[in-house]
């Protein structure tokens, strides 16, 4: 079975810092891993994916995700944080065989501050 | 992408009554997933659904409490039937991108309390 955990239910960075959000997969095959982004009272938005074609992924909004499969880890980051960051991020997981749809994990909210 | 649209964005409604959901998509999509994300927690899959075919359950959810129609390749409706407190949360369609299942959008959700 697959899963995700994501470390830390809130977090709070200062404006212009770099913002870190941890995530951590389990799955028996190579994964597909997603990152999405949750603004108030708004549906979902992916903000990038990880599907084996290079590492070091490249979002919208300046974010970014390492895929390091000796740590199971596809941590998001962004180097200088923006107010309108903050929102509920989630770390999803797919794997190529079995179910189609996506294992989330608990969230991360991101707090902003000026 | 994929534009999907939902219907209503929001209710208040009475225990013991029942919601119909509706998701529309702008393109035909085989598979339509619907999820639930309660207050405060993450999203959780409820049912997967398949034109022509009926739906699949995640464990924890059945058919009695959450009836799913897909009758054609843009459209489905989930109904939370005999409501109770518990039952309040957002409810979430997604489809996944054409011809891939490495993305999948997601509709704006509805978001549903019940008292």
């Known amino acids: 079975a697959q899963s995700v955990t994501q470390l830390g239910s809130h977090v709070s960075v200062s404006e212009g810092a770099l913002v870190l959000l941890r995530c951590n997969y389990s799955s028996s095959v190579p994964p597909y891993l997603f990152w999405y982004v949750q603004y108030p009272n708004q549906g979902l938005q992916l903000l990038l994916k990880y599907t084996s074609a290079a590492t070091l992924v490249k979002g919208i909004n300046g974010f970014e995700a390492e895929f390091k499969k000796s740590e199971t880890s596809f941590h998001l980051t962004k180097p200088s944080a923006h107010m309108s960051d903050a929102a509920e991020y989630f770390c999803a997981v797919r794997t190529d065989t079995g179910r189609r749809a996506l294992t989330f994990g608990s969230g991360t909210r991101l707090q902003v501050q000026p | 992408s994929a534009v999907i649209s939902q219907k209503p964005s929001r209710d208040i409604c009475q225990r013991g009554t029942s919601l119909t959901i509706q998701c529309q998509v702008d393109?035909?999509?085989?598979?339509m997933f619907w999820y639930r994300q309660q207050p405060g927690q993450s999203l959780t899959l409820i049912a997967t659904?398949?034109?022509?075919?009926?739906?699949?359950?995640e464990s924890g959810f059945v058919i009695d409490k959450f009836p799913i129609s897909r009758p054609n390749l843009t459209f489905s409706t989930l109904t939370v039937s005999n409501m109770s407190p518990e039952d309040s949360s957002i409810y979430l369609c997604?489809?996944?991108?054409?011809?891939?299942?490495?993305?999948?959008?997601f509709g704006p959700g509805t978001r549903l309390t019940v008292l």
């Open positions: 659904a398949n034109q022509g075919s009926e739906a699949t359950y």
């Open positions: 393109s035909q999509v085989t598979m």
């Open positions: 997604s489809v996944p991108t054409s011809g891939s299942y490495n993305e999948q959008f």
